[in-house]
């Protein structure tokens, strides 16, 4: 195994986490949004937690490992798929360091102190962002897989589109979810 097939590994490895976390926080997100308020409160918690500790580091991981395998390999920062790449992780970090990590910090704060709707409205409008998020992260795996060209038109579609019917569906999920008031409440509060 040569150094360059490692390091690709470890790219994967690391990307598989990131997509895999973000895709499955933002399905039990549409689930914790419409259900009672200590489950709404925990999962706010448990996103900002681990926005920290998983999110982070796996992205970080998954740069680092991607920068290093277009150094070693075959690739290199001209191809375009690579510089797609390094977009999506772009868009990505600017969505969750500028609107998911405080975001989450301030919904949970918000949750702490009142049972007022806009606990859940603003969860709402996190979970949209989150499957944005979401299709910016997929919409790189499909770049790493295909490796389209500047030429290649079709897969240049799809990669647009992911992240915009990813967040179609953060949108429809939004809506389906109610903001009841009463599910807000607390149970102590009864």
């Known amino acids: 195994m040569t150094r360059s097939e490692v390091l690709v590994g470890l790219h994967v490895l690391f990307a598989s986490v990131w ?16 259900a009672a308020r200590e489950r709404t409160l925990a999962y706010a918690r448990d996103s900002e937690w681990l926005g920290l500790r ?4 796996a992205s970080v991981l998954t740069l680092v490992s991607g920068v290093a ?14 510089q797609l790449g390094l977009a999506a992780f772009t868009a990505s970090t600017l969505i969750g360091v500028l609107v998911l990590g405080p975001g989450w910090a301030r919904v949970t704060a ?3 102190q009142t049972d007022e709707p806009d ?5 709402g409008r996190l979970l949209v962002f989150g499957w944005l998020d979401v299709g910016v992260v997929l919409a790189a795996v ?3 897989a295909v490796k389209p060209g500047r030429d290649d038109a079709v897969a240049l579609v799809v990669v647009a589109t992911i992240p915009v019917l990813a967040t179609a569906v953060g949108l429809a999920l ?7 008031e009463a599910k807000l409440e607390s149970p102590l509060a009864s």
């Open 54 to 57: 998983l999110f982070l580091p």
């Open 119 to 123: 606990v859940a409205d603003g969860i």
């Open 142 to 144: 499909w770049v790493m």
């Open 69 to 82: 395998a277009a150094s070693e390999g075959p690739w290199g920062f001209d191809d375009l798929w690579v």
């Open 110 to 112: 918000l949750a702490e």
């Open 174 to 180: 939004r809506r389906r979810v109610p903001i009841d």
């Open 19 to 34: 997509i895999g976390a973000a895709f499955l926080m933002a399905l039990l997100g549409g689930r914790a949004a419409s």
